[in-house]
Structures are given as structure tokens and as C-alpha cells.
């Protein structure tokens, strides 16, 4: 096979598949907002210039960033819309746990996760049409598909912001089962959600393992960027070292399991697209938890702490 079939390619991937996989992710996100509470929000409305620099990364500058990868790169047409559907998405969900080991921000980490699932009803499905537009072949692509802003919005809503509401709501009036339910819900759901990823790989082996050193490669710059990207703006923006690597992490840490459903949902499950979304989820789980240990032990100013 030639690297331009790609394009023309279309993972397997089942309706009831699909749905057993917008079950996770909105039990992933219900887990995460089960200790999440309204104090995190007042906290960060008293010093909210991490918040506001946090958001940028996330939604403006990776996104920005990885428009000029891929005019050095000139991936073919269905990676580099891959790469900004996961440009687009919000922070993962595992960026808090990997925040705490990082000796990270997790008040800040946790407020972030909760504004940006909020932000991304919205931005998500604007990043995507914006960049993809910009960029004369995914434009095409876009064009072709046409894709509903407004169909993408409800359903990033119902998968993102549903769960989130109710999950706050829950610890708002049970706090202690909340805390207990988290504890369990977010392991085991992200567990699930990570194991369907690999079985989606698994049952397409071939086409991976045709392409899996053209996407390898594009996945781990585009990644390190992202991690460069947060780590960098925050020192700009004159951050403490603690909230340099909440922010980094949070940049470098995307939901590419929303993105994952988007590509199946709204784009057949695309080749290139699915791939890189699905590579791209299995990789920053490895380079998140490396940086986290390599930051982990190193420790931090006690004069940044206050």
C-alpha cells in the first residue's frame, strides 16, 4: 500500500462499538467531575491569570502550533486533519493524576480539565473548521464531508458537558461517596476506554501496521511540541514553576478519545485521521507518565509554592 491510500482507508469499527465507546468516555468525564466542586471555580476567580493562560495553550496556541507543523511537515491530507481534530479537543483525562505526580498544580489542573470540557462544546468543533479550513487539503475534506458545527456541538455536549454537570452536581450533594466513586470510576472507565482503543487497533492490524512508522513519528513531534508549547507560554506569562508544569501538561495531555469518537462519528473513522487520534492516545499516556516522573523528582523552589 502507498501512503496517499491512507486517505481512501476506513477503520472497522461497529455501531454498537461506537456506543459502547461514547459510554466510556462520558463515564471517564462523570469520574473526573466526581471531584471536581464550585470551590475550585471561586478559588481560581481570585488569581485567575493561570486559568486564562491555560485556556490560550490549550485552545489557541497548540492548535496554532500544529497549523505550521503541518505546513513543514505537509502530512497527507487525513493525518493533518487527525492532528487538528486532537489540536482541537480539550485537556485529557488523565492529566490531573499525571499533574500530582508531576508535583504539578492539581487544584489548578482540576479547574482547568472543567473549564476546558466546558470550552470545548464550543471550541472544539470552531478549532476544527478554522484550521481544517485553512489548510487547502483538509478544506477539501471538510468540504466533502460536511460536516454539521452545530450537530458536532450537541454531541461534544452530551459526551463532555453532560457528565460534567451531573458529576459536580453528585459531589455537591454527596461528597463523600463522590470521593469514593471517584477513586474506583476513574480507573476502571479509563481502563476500558484505553483497552477499546486497542482493540479497535487490534482488529485493524493490517492497515496499523502498514502505516504505524509514517504516523509514529508525526505523533511523537507533535506531541513534544504540545508539551513545549504549555511549558514555554507559561514561562512567558511569568508562572510559577508548579503551575509551568500543570500548564505544559495540561497542553500536552489531549482528550483524543472525544476525538477518536468524533472521527467515527462525523468522518467514518478515516484512516489517517483514526490512527493518528488512536496512536496518539496510547503515546501521551507514555511521554505524560515519563515527564511526570522525570519532574517528580526534581524539586520545586519552596518560594514558588507560596
Not at 54 to 64: D, K
Not at 234 to 247: E, H, P
Request: proline content about 4%; glycine content about 8%; overall charge positive.
Amino acid at each position: 500500500m502507498t501512503i496517499n491510500t491512507l486517505d481512501n482507508l476506513h477503520i472497522d469499527f461497529t455501531e454498537e462499538s461506537l456506543w459502547v465507546m461514547n459510554i466510556a468516555l462520558a463515564l471517564v468525564m462523570f469520574g473526573i467531575a466526581l471531584d471536581i466542586s464550585l470551590n475550585d471555580f471561586r478559588r481560581l476567580l481570585r488569581k485567575p491569570k493561570p486559568l486564562f493562560v491555560g485556556m490560550l495553550s490549550q485552545f489557541v496556541l497548540l492548535p496554532a502550533v500544529s497549523y505550521i507543523l503541518v505546513l513543514l511537515v505537509t502530512p497527507i491530507p487525513s493525518i493533518a486533519l487527525g492532528m487538528f481534530m486532537v489540536a482541537a479537543c480539550p485537556g485529557g483525562n488523565i492529566s490531573n493524576f499525571v499533574t500530582h505526580t508531576a508535583k504539578g498544580n492539581s487544584a489548578l489542573s482540576v479547574s482547568l480539565t472543567a473549564v476546558a470540557t466546558m470550552l470545548a462544546v464550543v471550541m472544539t468543533p470552531l478549532n476544527l473548521q478554522f484550521w481544517g479550513s485553512l489548510y487547502g487539503p483538509t478544506a477539501t475534506i471538510l468540504k466533502e464531508v460536511a460536516i454539521s458545527p452545530w450537530e458536532m456541538v450537541k454531541l461534544v455536549g452530551l459526551l463532555l458537558g453532560l457528565p460534567l454537570v451531573l458529576g459536580m452536581y453528585f459531589n455537591q450533594l454527596r461528597p463523600v461517596w463522590a470521593s469514593k466513586m471517584a477513586k474506583v470510576l476513574k480507573v476502571v472507565s479509563l481502563l476500558f476506554f484505553v483497552a477499546l482503543i486497542f482493540v479497535a487497533l487490534y482488529n485493524n492490524r493490517d492497515i496499523f501496521m502498514d502505516y504505524v512508522f509514517y504516523v509514529f513519528w508525526i505523533v511523537i513531534i507533535h506531541n513534544f511540541l504540545a508539551f513545549v508549547t504549555g511549558y514555554s507560554f507559561a514561562s512567558i506569562m511569568g508562572l510559577s514553576q508548579i503551575n509551568k508544569r500543570t500548564i505544559a501538561i495540561e497542553t500536552g495531555i489531549q482528550n483524543s478519545g472525544l476525538g477518536l469518537l468524533l472521527i467515527f462519528t462525523f468522518f467514518d473513522g478515516m484512516g489517517g485521521m483514526a490512527l493518528l487520534a488512536a496512536f496518539w492516545g496510547i503515546w501521551h499516556l507514555i511521554s505524560g507518565l515519563a515527564l511526570a516522573s522525570f519532574w517528580g523528582v526534581k524539586p520545586i523552589d519552596k518560594k514558588e509554592l507560596v
